[in-house]
């Protein structure tokens, strides 16, 4: 899998008040809101996942969520602006498993080889991304145009590739020709598409693509795809 990078966090200073006893019950009040909040997204998640968005219902989110009806059209409006907050979230989740990917401008190559390897585990470990995907172009991405952030997930996503191959590109490992959007779609393809269909092409294959052995043989073939596809080529 992926190597994690080590993320510098920056301390918070506590500052001083005379008025702290007033503050908690608002605290509290808005932790407890939070939390309430956060549990019925997690439910829709598994919800939207099993049932798509025409199949969960309100009720069945709710119920998953241990909670009540009245709670998701107060924090999210209705079930499609519920749909649009767990696009949203399950963007958010991608890309910040994403940052923690070690690049490493001096070593494009294995950085190359490290995004790849976490894409397709991570379409495979997070079915639950690919199914609510699968559903959202079922109404033709008509809910994540409404995502505020929509355009900053996916330059994000291709950063990471235009990063790699600008590195690669000037060590004169890569191509010069090769663009980090198709490089992006390329790898998400082939990990998507592998997972998306993994059921009926396990059927009509006769192997279980599921297999831990058929999925790191996968990646593999997906890894040498692409750095043949940028113009790499490994030393006899």
Do not use: C
Not at 13 to 42: E, H, M, N
Not at 79 to 84: A, D, H, M, N, P
Not at 142 to 163: D, G, P, R
Not at 213 to 225: H, I, K, P, R
């Amino acid at each position: 899998m992926a190597e994690a990078i080590k993320t510098m966090q920056t301390p918070i200073k506590k500052s001083a008040s005379k008025k702290t006893a007033s503050v908690k019950p608002l605290g509290t009040r808005a932790r407890s809101a939070q939390l309430t909040r956060d549990s019925v997204l997690k439910a829709a998640i598994r919800v939207f996942a099993k049932y798509g968005l025409n199949g969960g219902s309100i009720e069945k989110i709710s119920s998953a969520a241990k909670s009540h009806d009245r709670m998701i059209y107060y924090y999210f409006g209705n079930k499609e602006g519920l749909f649009v907050a767990v696009l949203e979230e399950i963007y958010r989740q991608f890309n910040e498993a994403e940052a923690k990917v070690n690049i490493d401008a001096k070593d494009p190559v294995g950085s190359l080889k490290r995004i790849i390897t976490f894409i397709v585990y991570y379409y495979h470990d997070h079915p639950e991304f690919v199914t609510i995907l699968n559903s959202e172009n079922l109404h033709r991405g008509k809910h994540i145009a409404k995502l505020q952030l929509a355009s900053e997930y996916s330059s994000t996503a291709i950063s990471v590739f235009s990063n790699i191959l600008e590195s690669g590109q000037a060590q004169g490992v890569f191509r010069q020709d090769v663009l980090a959007r198709d490089l992006y779609m390329m790898v998400a393809a082939l990990g998507y598409f592998y997972q998306s269909n993994r059921y009926t092409l396990s059927a009509f294959l006769g192997e279980k693509l599921d297999a831990s052995d058929t999925l790191e043989a996968w990646e593999n073939f997906v890894t040498q795809a692409v750095l043949r596809t940028v113009g790499f080529k490994e030393e006899a």
